[in-house]
């Protein structure tokens, strides 16, 4: 699978925009602020229905314009495929396939697999346990879609018990009948989701952890670690021991929302006493296990992303990353970086075939 075209109308700071790509390696140079980043989104945005910058779909509308366009061809299966989704202010976002709207967008998930490497990773690190749950059910959900549908019931069921627990508390009342009714239906949904995430970490960092080396060159010692309560504790006894705490806050405390992934380097946090090179190096690690793992249980190379990767990254680990990129087992690839002396430098000994595209204020053309 590989994208052939991209056609932009209005998205971002492109009032107009069609590129047709190479099945090898593309690159978007140019300077900061140009654009480059907004390419790389607008392909994201034909994966998973939206932005991996702004999930305000509206904002992503070029200022003073009413909508936007994001149309792509893709080769599949010896098929053209075209997607094209649009955002038109105070709609309803629309996602067709071959012209044809889908029902639901979770139907459209996994069916073109995109892995991004962006400096906005660092979140993973630095923010809180809700962003790296983020990750890992990102993953999962597009080669599982029990696990995204159970995920969206124990979500929706959670919101129900939490807004339950805000009535109680302001009504000075507890309801033990009405309550169990949603803890039964959590416990059934967490228990699946905590075994789909327990088993796909085992996979997981095994791989991660090969990354991580060909890119450091065995330099350091990493691990994750996966805190959830229910490794340890019993649901049912736990959401039944914390109901009047719960009551008191309106909020449940126990459960697989709670789950986080601890990330080490020396086994220490990595938050703490890793280097901005090491913290990299992580990250860009974590993206191409994430790529390898769903290109085997999909049985397609995803699209990789790589935008701005040699930020904060020293000679030797750029040489390593770029090697594993200019493999042909990565297949389509998209870089942006801001040098297009570098670029040329990086790529000249890969025989993969290559194409570069100039950015500049919200115009892109083909430098070759």
Known sequence: MFLQSLSLVNFKNYPEALLEFSDGINVFVGDNGAGK???????????????????????????EEKFFLIQGTYSKEEKQIEISCSVQQGQKKKVK????????????????????????DTNLISEGSDTRR???????????????????RYNKILDQRNALLKQFHDMRIFDQESIEVWDLQLIDSGKIIFEKRKKFL???????????????????????????????LNFAEELE??????????????????????????????KKYGSQGQQKSFLVALKLAQFELIGQLLKMKPI?????????????????LMKLVSDH????????????????KVFRDTDIDQRIFKVEGGKVEQAN
């Open 37 to 63: 980043t907004n390419l790389l989104d607008a392909i994201f945005y034909l994966s998973f229905c939206k932005s991996f910058l702004n999930p305000i779909d509206s904002q992503n509308i070029r200022l």
């Open 97 to 120: 396939r071959n012209k044809k709207e889908y029902d639901k967008l979770a139907e459209h998930i996994g069916q073109f697999p995109a892995v991004i490497i962006s400096p906005y």
């Open 134 to 152: 983020r990750f890992i059910d990102s993953i999962i959900s597009q080669f599982d879609r029990t696990y995204l549908e159970t995920l969206q």
């Open 202 to 232: 085992a996979d997981f960092i095994p791989v991660f952890q090969k990354y991580f080396d060909l890119i450091s060159n065995h330099k350091e010692q990493i691990y994750i670690e996966y805190h959830s309560q229910l490794n340890e």
């Open 241 to 270: 021991k914390n109901k009047r705490r719960d009551t008191a806050t309106g909020y449940t405390s126990v459960g697989i929302h709670k789950d986080d992934l601890i990330f080490l380097i020396h086994n220490q946090p990595i």
């Open 304 to 320: 990789l992303l790589l935008d701005d990767v040699f930020d904060k990254l020293d000679h030797t680990r750029v040489t390593h």
């Open 329 to 344: 087992a990565f297949g389509q690839v998209f870089v942006s970086d801001t040098d297009i002396d570098r670029i040329h």
